[in-house]
C-alpha cells in the first residue's frame, strides 16, 4: 500500500523557517517525480516545487523561488520542503504527491499525502 506522510507542519512567525518531510512507502519511487502543493482556506490548490527521484531535476513556482527548496534523502525514502523567509502568504495546507508524468498540473500526481498545516503569522 503506498503512503505518503507528510510531517513538519507548525506555526511560525514571518521571516522564520520550516522543514516539511515527507515519507514515502509502498512503492519504488524511482521512476517518479515528488511534488509539493499547497492550498489556502478558500483557495485553489497549487503547484509549490517538484523534484525528479531519478536525475534530483527540480521545478519551484515563482512565488518560493529563492526561498524554498527541495530535496530527496534516497537512504530515507524521504522528500523534504525546506521553506526559508516564510510569509503570511504561504500559511497553508501542504501536500506532498507523487507522478510518474511531473509536471506542475494536479492531474498528473496519482498519490497523495494526507497534508500538514503551515502557518505564517505577521
Known amino acids: 500500500q503506498v503512503q505518503l506522510v507528510e510531517s513538519g507542519g507548525g506555526l511560525v512567525q514571518a521571516g522564520g523557517s520550516l522543514m516539511l518531510s515527507c515519507a514515502a512507502s509502498g512503492r519504488s519511487f524511482r521512476n517518479y517525480a515528488m511534488g509539493w502543493f499547497r492550498q489556502a482556506p478558500g483557495k485553489e490548490r497549487e503547484f509549490v516545487a517538484a523534484i525528479r527521484w531519478s536525475n534530483g531535476r527540480t521545478d519551484y513556482a515563482d512565488s518560493v523561488k529563492g526561498r524554498f527548496t527541495i530535496s530527496i534523502d534516497n537512504a530515507k525514502n524521504t522528500v523534504y520542503l525546506q521553506m526559508n523567509s516564510l510569509k503570511p502568504e504561504d500559511t497553508a495546507v501542504y501536500y506532498c504527491?507523487?507522478?510518474?508524468?511531473?509536471?506542475?498540473?494536479?492531474?498528473?500526481?496519482?498519490?497523495w499525502g494526507q497534508g500538514t498545516q503551515v502557518t505564517v503569522s505577521s
Open positions: 504527491a507523487a507522478s510518474l508524468v511531473g509536471g506542475r498540473g494536479m492531474s498528473g500526481y496519482g498519490y
